[in-house]
């Protein structure tokens, strides 16, 4: 009943629609968590997660640590070891608040895109059209192309990696920058080649903010992306913290924490100036799950969850992870590494997708990495200069991968593959000419011939021997899936893949026998 009403709503969509709404013939079915159980996995393995945060905390000699989990958009857990002020004894709270260095960067590309999607810029505009001081920066080489925005978000300008110059550079006021840049730059490649880390580039990136809204970038982000998450108790000078709620930085050198030198708000700060709370900061990253996956329910903002998606796309490989392993030391699990537009991606052997972002200033370090199929972050912040909170976010991620066994969200049968599934079971065994022109593709028949297709199907179902079960087609996406005819001696695996018609027809099948171990 189930299959057949699918087919009829198909149908109906086909035959009821006029308009522009008659090319999406077939509903988009979203994929979806099936595991009941998510949550109470996650937090079996918390008290694991914690100790491995206490034991980095102590190692690493953070005076303070704060992290959390997030999952499906809340934060579930969260922790606070050690002290924000060690001159005053202040231990730190989930609510203390922490300079987030580098973590800024993908506020400042969302505002890049919010203001691309408000027909502000292009991402494709060269920045001298933006910056006038930049037609006066020489290119490498005379056919190097202009410097573009896109190139400033994805860290392919050319211009040199510059940790840690750059971490001295937040409180730089307007017109020294301007005349800094005027003065020329010098470039480490020609553009548009290769990634290398530049935090100018995202100073000149919270220029183009400024310049194309008419407002200073740290306005722009406070008022379209800081305030309609309820983002309250982030900001971008310490001094508008309460003392007792402010973590500030320290340096460990000589075996003991000297306090770091605290920088003001400057136009430097696009690079790595917000200062926030886990709480905050838990909301963007929820903000950033909610994206995905694609889906029809009402898009509320404050930037278009399509927008955001592409904002998490890879653009440039930035490295390999060639040795990389499971949490037991031994199992090979090798990824590779690519930039996108103010975050990290990352996929590895398991094609575990992950995006991330570290942040490192004098005083401070901190992390966030984020799973969108599997709908869990961790988030971390300590106040030690360039703190290795990367390590323990990336170790908690792989607990609650390995430990939790947390799963990816699963694709369901759209109505019309489970309806081609169901007629590629009795296409297989009839060959039924009435059967076939509802339910084939043109091509099917010119790329392997009605008698071939026969033979073949006849020969491997007659090694499988009388078949007992069928088992649910398994999507591969809305128009591609797999499902089983389980036999006496074997198992043979049906593969489809459907047209791109109105009506979606099998273009492609593969029938494929495993025998019995």
Known sequence: MILFLRLVVCLITVVGMGGRARSQTIPYTPPEFTDPNRRSAVEAVLPEIDQLFADLARKEHFPGLVYGVVLDGRLIHSRALGFANL?????????????????????????????????????????????????????PTPDSPPVTVRHLMTMTTGLPEDNPWGDRQMAIGRDALRKFVGGGLSFSSPPGQQFEYSNLGFVLLGQIVSRASGTSFENYITRHILQPLGMTHTVWEYSQIPADHFAPGYRWEHETWILEPILHDGEGAACGGLITTLEDFSKYVGFHLNAWPARGDPDVGPIRRSTVRELHRPFTVSGLSSKATLLDGTTPNPGVSFYGYGLGWSIDSRQVIALSHSGGLPGYGSNYRFLPDYGVAVIAFANRTYAPAGRGCSQAINVLLEHAHLKPRIIPASGILETRARQVRELITTWEPRLSDEMVAENFFLDRSREDWRTIARETLAKAGTVRSTSPVVAENQLRGTFRLVGEHGVVKVHFTLTPERIPRVQELELIFEANP
């Open 87 to 139: 001159e005053r004894k202040l231990p730190t709270t989930p609510d203390t608040a922490f300079r987030i260095a580098s973590m800024t960067k993908s506020f400042v590309t969302l505002a890049i895109f919010k203001l691309r999607d408000d027909g502000k810029l292009s991402l494709d505009d060269p920045v001298a059209k933006y910056l006038p001081e930049f037609r006066k920066v020489r290119p």
